[in-house]
């Protein structure tokens, strides 16, 4: 998410060794994957986007190439954990501002770590290209889109992992804070979360304004990708939304 829902850049590595999980990706069906990175989307927008397979010996691949400047896929690494885990699933799509710049890291955290560079290092890479602006953000509003029904990253309460449907919006804040808004997220309760709020994924460049969708959208969200969800569990079942392990 990703939400990421990495609030806090230090509490997540410092938890890090709590994940223990197998390493090696999994290539989903294209098919299923298709649906699934699409599904961070509207509807209306799903059939100009462009989309983004992961193969997991070389990193993310174009499978179709869009119209509106939207790009998606569905990430598996968060470099900022210094963790590798095989179970992160989260469908997200960027605008054409994203997809110009945010975009990039995550492809390139996704071949990086394909060739074998190791959680740690890629973290380090991935913060030096920040610091010597081989990554910029982007230079004007803008949002990801991450609605889809299911995802599994960190969350609330704990950051630790966890299955969720937990549809919202990323609007495009570098080194804003909650304290720039006057934001108090608690992620020990769900009602302060539907305001907006600032997720820091990692470093400052990646801070995003969160806005979560309100209950009748997500119970609509749910119920038109019921099939989705339902295909997703069967795969695999860490992405089922009744899955509670970390």
Not at 11 to 19: D, F, G
Not at 168 to 187: E, K, R, S, V
Request: proline share 7%; glycine share 6%; hydrophobic share 40%.
């Amino acid at each position: 998410m990703n939400l990421g829902f990495a609030f806090a850049a230090a509490a997540m590595i410092a938890a890090a060794p709590a994940y223990a999980a197998g390493t090696t990706l999994d290539q989903m069906p294209p098919r299923l994957e298709t649906r699934f990175a699409l599904s961070a989307l509207p509807p209306a927008m799903r059939d100009k986007a462009t989309v983004y397979l992961l193969d997991p010996k070389t990193g993310y691949r174009l499978s179709r190439e869009g119209t509106s400047g939207v790009a998606c896929l569905v990430q598996r690494t968060q470099w900022e954990l210094a963790d590798f885990r095989n179970d992160i699933y989260y469908a997200v799509c960027y605008d054409a501002a994203g997809a110009e710049t945010y975009l990039k890291y995550v492809r390139d955290a996704a071949a990086l770590r394909a060739q074998g560079l190791g959680p740690e290092a890629l973290k380090a890479e991935i913060e030096k290209r920040y610091r010597d602006r081989t990554y910029k953000v982007p230079e004007k509003p803008g949002l990801s889109y991450m609605i889809g029904p299911v995802m599994r990253t960190i969350g609330p309460p704990d950051l630790e992992v966890h299955t969720m449907a937990m549809p919202h919006l990323m609007f495009y804040a570098p080194f804003l804070t909650n304290a720039d808004i006057g934001a108090l997220p608690d992620l020990a309760n769900p009602a302060s979360l539907q305001s907006p709020f600032i997720d820091r994924q990692g470093n400052g460049e990646q801070s995003y304004m969160i806005q979560m969708v309100g209950a009748a959208e997500k119970a609509r969200i749910l119920a038109d990708e019921k099939e989705l969800v339902d295909e997703l569990c069967a795969y695999r079942n860490v992405l089922c939304l009744d899955h509670t392990q970390h």
